[in-house]
């Protein structure tokens, strides 16, 4: 795992886009902070810029890119069983492509073992979609990503393609600046 995440770090930094599992689904993505590598993921999908893209990044850096950490969503994140990607209605210092209706950014704060590393050895957040084209079902495994889209990436990690096991995406939800939980998915 280590020596493929050496591998991969290269293609992040060069604002290339990978194909890897996360704790969810298969998933592509790139430096999240490299606006023409955002804009090569929304075309290489056919998905419209005004979709959402998803932040993944270390809990240890979430202040640098979100003005407000609700302290429910700490315990959130601390304690929910399932993966958890939480909208939080103000990103900052982030590309303007990242950001949602009023500034709002999707963050996943991951606890795959080989996503955490990867964000501590690439040091810089992931901009992230499901490895689908914008129509298609999500891809509950490697296998059952179109061979197509696997062409278009830059690298396609091999850790945890053999994986049969279906995933499914995470549970979404916004903290209201009540601090009202709304479950967007369960």
């Known amino acids: ?17 990978i194909i890897f599992p996360t704790d969810t689904v ?4 790139c430096n ?10 929304y ?27 609700h302290p429910k969503a700490t315990a959130l994140i601390d304690y929910h ?15 303007q492509s990242l950001l949602g209706e009023k500034n709002s950014i999707g963050v996943r704060i991951t606890k795959d073992g080989f996503c955490k590393a990867l964000i501590r050895e690439a040091d810089m ?10 129509e298609a079902p999500f891809p509950p495994n490697y296998a059952a990503i179109d061979p197509n889209f696997l062409k ?13 096991e ?3 995406p995470s549970t979404m939800l916004k903290i209201k600046k009540d601090g009202e939980l709304m479950f967007l998915r369960k």
């Open 81 to 95: 069983a399932r993966p958890l990607t939480i909208i939080y209605n103000e990103g900052k210092d982030l590309p």
């Open 43 to 69: 075309a290489i999908k056919k998905r419209s810029t005004n979709a959402a893209v998803l932040l993944m990044e270390s809990y240890v850096r979430l202040m640098k890119y979100v003005t407000l950490v």
């Open 125 to 134: 957040p992931l901009a992230v979609m499901t490895a689908n084209y914008a």
């Open 1 to 17: 795992m280590n020596t493929e995440i050496q591998q991969i770090v290269p293609v992040l930094q060069s604002g290339g886009l």
């Open 166 to 168: 279906e995933y499914s």
């Open 26 to 29: 298969w998933c592509i993505g």
């Open 152 to 164: 278009e990436a830059d690298y396609v990690v091999r850790y945890r393609q053999e994986e049969i």
């Open 32 to 41: 999240a902070l490299n606006e023409q590598a955002i804009g090569r993921m």
